[in-house]
T-cell receptor, first 110, second 117 residues
Framework: QKEVEQDPGPLSVPEGAIVSLNCTYS??????FMWYRQYSRKGPELLMY????GNKEDGRFTAQVDKSSKYISLFIRDSQPSDSATYLC??????????FGTGTRLQVFP | EPEVTQTPSHQVTQMGQEVILRCVPI?????FYWYRQILGQKVEFLVS????????KSEIFDDQFSVERPDGSNFTLKIRSTKLEDSAMYFC???????????????FGPGTRLLVL
């Protein structure tokens, strides 16, 4: 079983849709959960960060962590064409080493 | 806004040659990292560096790899004898502190695309 699993997509949605992106993981030691956005030919950029379980909201973005199910989600409300990118989940146990998912490619069309 | 920079943006080399990838982290950051992303695959951790020494490395980071902070601003990754499978995008990242110290944001540079022929 892979340590972090993420559906690669692509996911194609119309502008204004609610997008749900997900990752599952197997390592129960993970405590730090991040979502990065990566535009083509650029480095990953941190979008959201959650420590342990719970929800976190920032503008149109909501991150959820369910440690009991080993499942994390990122919701994007009112999606925009500028949200078109690859979204990477990343996790860490008690170290600075980030373990990434494969990324989900999102396309928001006008 | 401060950012991590990397040079060169692209590097083509022959198998067996040595390459040095360069990074300038954000100036007040103390933690430095290298990751790589083989085309079509996930971003993979290589090494973290703090206080002039390696704090953690992955199984990928074998004896062919080394890192150095030769001066107060640069952070380099050297691959001693490149192999075909070293072809990838290499990302440098930096953070103010470590994750467990409360600094969750690792800032990534734009990457160096390395092609080994």
């Amino acid at each position: 079983q892979k340590e972090v699993e993420q559906d690669p997509g692509p996911l194609s949605v119309p502008e204004g849709a609610i997008v749900s992106l997900n990752c599952t993981y197997s390592n129960s030691a993970f405590q730090y959960f991040m979502w990065y956005r990566q535009y083509s030919r650029k480095g990953p950029e941190l979008l959201m960060y959650t420590y342990s379980s719970g929800n976190k909201e920032d503008g149109r973005f909501t991150a959820q962590v369910d440690k009991s199910s080993k499942y994390i989600s990122l919701f994007i409300r009112d999606s925009q064409p500028s949200d078109s990118a690859t979204y990477l989940c990343a996790m860490s146990a008690n170290t600075d080493k980030l373990i990434f998912g494969t990324g989900t490619r999102l396309q928001v069309f006008p | 806004e401060p950012e991590v920079t990397q040079t060169p943006s692209h590097q083509v080399t022959q198998m067996g040659q040595e390459v040095i990838l360069r990074c300038v982290p954000i100036s007040n950051h103390l933690y430095f990292y290298w990751y790589r992303q083989i085309l079509g695959q996930k971003v993979e951790f290589l090494v973290s560096f703090y206080n002039n020494e390696i704090s953690e490395k992955s199984e990928i980071f074998d004896d062919q790899f080394s890192v150095e902070r030769p001066d107060g601003s640069n952070f380099t990754l050297k691959i001693r004898s490149t192999k075909l499978e070293d072809s990838a995008m290499y990302f440098c990242a930096s953070s103010e502190e470590g994750i467990t110290s409360g600094s969750e944001t690792q800032y990534f540079g734009p990457g160096t695309r390395l092609l080994v022929l």
